[in-house]
């Protein structure tokens, strides 16, 4: 059976590319869609990342097209010279759309992760490279847009100028995507390893990175079939360049779906599980009955905890009382705890201090041991920091 789709005849060979790309753009659209509305109007804190994440889906929809007009003017089968000026006009849109995506979707990501950081090393470090992959960016898709000079060139070679090679310039490209991904992903890693949140906090920043995980092995598959097609007959590259432009379509839209899923969580919080969102009436009362600036949740568990201090106060002065003429060592232990706000948003900030800040290895207690009369007695000092 032959598909044919808007008057075009649709070979086999593409049927896997027409597959996928209608089902992840449309997934890419639906997440991005969630997103815009959770944080638009759900907890309105638009930021520069969402802006971000648009530009990379706007170009994500016109790669798509451009791709449709390769298939539609010979992509998947040999080389059709009656066909071959419109077919290289396509493949020459498609390069500029794919590196604005990966350059919007790779610095949305990368402030998300800066977000996270509070200590000003960390934050020069994700500023770093923030600007590398601007420079990266705009060097990409300057590239293609002017590899050849004059531009008509380069899907007429006819024309007297000049073309940088083709192949070492994808192949430079798709080696700086992979290495800006690598960097997205070990940058912060070091970090996070040793972070102590709470779970949630930590599935969040998980899923973050997860997405670095991810659109990196499809980069790393993609360079595979770039490989396979510039290598190969030039007669066939049409052939061979069905699967570039499957894992270039992929690799956008994964990128876009793992980067806006945290932003949802406040959407599921609210519709699965009743939950308010943050700068409600609900989670203001829960502020100002703890007095800490924190969460409901702990702010109950700070006053069990004070609770139980006072508690362990009175029984050993209790005990002293009756134990006072006989005297004793009296032992003094101060322990500092030290908490953090849960955020309920998904606009995770400052959560990352650095491997010795507030959330590493290292303990905060302290002990202090004082003789004098009177009997054991243990005090324990919580502070919210």
């Not at 590239?143 to 083709?166: Q, T």
């Not at 876009?256 to 969102?277: D, E, H, N, R, Y």
Request: proline residues 3%.
């Amino acid at each position: 059976m032959t598909w044919v789709i808007g008057g075009m005849v649709i070979v086999e060979r593409n049927y896997a590319l027409i597959v996928n790309m209608f089902l992840f753009t449309s997934l890419a659209f639906i997440i991005l869609v969630l997103r815009l509305y959770t944080r638009a109007v759900l907890i309105r804190r638009v930021g520069a990342d969402d802006y971000l994440m648009v530009s990379a889906f706007i170009a994500s929809i016109a790669f798509f097209f451009s791709c449709m007009y390769q298939i539609k003017y010979g992509l998947g089968q040999p080389v059709n010279l009656a066909t071959l000026i419109p077919f290289l006009h396509a493949l020459y849109s498609t390069v500029p759309c794919y590196n604005i995506a990966q350059t919007s979707y790779k610095l949305s990501i990368a402030i998300q992760s800066y977000r996270l950081f509070s200590t000003s090393m960390g934050k020069k470090i994700m500023k770093t490279l923030i600007g590398w992959i601007i420079v990266c960016g705009i060097m990409s898709i300057s590239a293609s847009f002017f590899y050849c000079s004059p531009v008509p060139k380069a899907w007429d070679d006819s024309i007297e100028g000049w073309c940088v090679n083709r192949s070492n310039l994808n192949y430079a490209i798709a080696g700086f995507n992979i290495l800006n991904d690598i960097f997205l992903l070990s940058i912060p890693f070091p970090f996070l390893v040793k972070l102590q949140v709470a779970q949630k906090q930590r599935i969040v920043l998980m899923s973050v990175f997860a997405c670095g995980v991810i659109t990196t092995i499809v980069s790393i598959v993609r360079l595979k079939a770039l490989y396979d097609n510039l290598a190969g007959p030039i007669n066939l590259q049409p052939v061979t360049g069905v699967d570039i432009a499957l894992w270039s379509d992929l690799e956008i839209n994964v990128a876009i779906i793992c980067g806006s899923v945290p932003a949802l969580k406040a959407f599921v919080g609210k519709v699965f599980f009743g939950q308010s969102i943050g700068g409600s009436s609900d989670r203001s009362r829960g502020n100002n009955n703890s007095g800490y600036g924190g969460n409901t949740s702990q702010s109950r568990k700070r006053t069990r905890n004070q609770s139980q201090v006072l508690g362990s106060q009175v029984g050993d002065e209790e005990a002293g009382e009756s134990s006072g003429k006989m005297g004793g060592i009296t032992v003094q232990q101060s322990i500092e705890m030290k908490t953090y706000l849960a955020d309920d948003t998904g606009s995770e900030k400052e959560l990352i201090t650095g491997p010795e800040g507030v959330f590493g290895g290292g303990g905060s207690g302290r002990a202090t041991n004082i003789k004098s009369g009177g009997a054991r007695r243990t005090v324990v000092e919580a502070r919210a920091l």
